[in-house]
């Protein structure tokens, strides 16, 4: 808060005329709260809330700033002017408008008086003008000079509170700078660190958009291709794979890329020497520190040994299936014709038997089917005598216990 001493006058003055009391604490939240604001917008606003809680010493106000085009913006108002007159939003410096002297004040840098109102200069910059603050004068005050000083001090205050607001943007600013030349710094770093390590590792590796252009490849992938970094940006990294496969990784690579999952595709690119060679090409979505969707990172690996060495392993695995068939057929076959050469043997040797030796054979076996059919019959008649007498003598005998119950099972043929 500006110095009051000399300015402030004595009891004898302020009787009857005006009170410093109100007026006081007006400057003093002018010189305190005001001055703390981040920026000149909440500057002006504080100071458009600081004056509307005294309308008893200005019954309405407005602050002008002037701007890069010579113009008078009105940053805010407050109160209502009387006799119907207004208060423009903008006007140029080089005219008066109305019955407000903004050019008067602007070129003399003093202040004016007007009906019930005074426009007074707001400082700025050493021998600058930075706008002009119009304050309503209360009627039933008269504008003495206690009255013009507490404008003046107002006035004082206001330019004050303004250049404290600059000055807290320039510090924000300059500190938004730093920070902003700190990141960048650090980003070009780890941009530079990241191209170090790329084009160190022994793989490919590429990056892309969110429009699925190709953004960076490594200098593995430009050795390997033997085309300029400008051949492989934007679809360029299409042009040197195999006419075959193009269609079929595109499609693998968008599909996964609207989905914004990983995926993995083989296919063949062709070699700085000519050759086409087989790649295994990996890539993962990446994202920013916000969680938004920045495209993709991958990396490619030649893998034509590979997939030579597992054709040459199909291969002999197959020869080995068929030289197992082959022995399963040769040794059925040797025992196919072992078989048959015994069996023929046999029929042979079975030949040679007398017939008549054959003939005693068969009446021999038919002699002896006839008697175990008889023995059959004999046993089977024995066994049913036994079941049929053996009751009977039981309970003839006298050793037998009275009403003893007697019980026998047996099984007939």
Known sequence: ?????????????????????????????????????????????AIQHVLAGNPCDIPFAALYLLDDRHYLVRMSATGVVPDG???????????????????????????????????????????????????????????????????????????AALASARANERERTAADLIERTHAEATRRESEEWFSLMANSAPVTIWMTDVDKECTYVNQAWL?????????????????????????????????????????????????????FRWVIDTGVPRWKSDGSFAGYIGSAVDVTERRLAQEALSTVSQRLIDAQEEE????????????????????????????????????????????????????????????VCIPHVWRSSDWLPPRMPCATSYRAR
């Open 1 to 45: 808060m500006s110095d009051l001493t000399g300015v402030v006058p004595g009891p004898s003055e302020i009787a009857g005329l005006f009170d410093w009391s109100t007026a006081l604490e007006t400057l003093r939240t002018l010189g305190t709260d005001v001055a703390a604001a981040p920026s000149v917008a909440d500057a002006c606003s």
């Open 328 to 387: 399963r057929r040769r040794l059925a076959r040797e025992l196919h014709d072992d078989v048959s050469q015994r069996l023929g043997l046999l029929s042979l040797r079975l030949s040679e038997v007398p017939q008549a030796f054959l003939n005693q054979a068969k009446t021999s076996i038919g002699c002896c089917r006839s008697r175990a059919a008889r023995s059959r019959i004999w046993l089977k008649t024995f066994t049913t005598c036994l079941i």
């Open 223 to 275: 050795d390997f291709t033997g085309r300029p970094l400008e051949a492989a940006l934007g679809k360029g990294w299409t042009d040197g794979m195999h006419p075959d496969d193009v269609e079929r990784s595109w499609s693998t690579y968008a599909k996964a890329f609207d989905r914004h999952e990983p995926f993995q595709m083989e296919y063949r690119v062709r070699r700085h020497d000519g050759e």
């Open 85 to 159: 007159r207004q208060l423009p939003t903008a006007v140029s410096v080089d005219e008066n408008t109305g019955p407000w002297p903004f050019a008067s004040v602007i070129t003399t840098k003093q202040s004016a008086d007007v009906s019930q109102a005074v426009v007074l200069p707001i400082r700025g910059a050493p021998e600058q003008l930075a706008g002009v603050f119009v304050a309503g004068v209360n009627p039933r005050r008269p504008l003495d000079q206690s009255y013009r000083a507490f404008f003046n001090l107002v006035a004082g205050q206001i330019a």
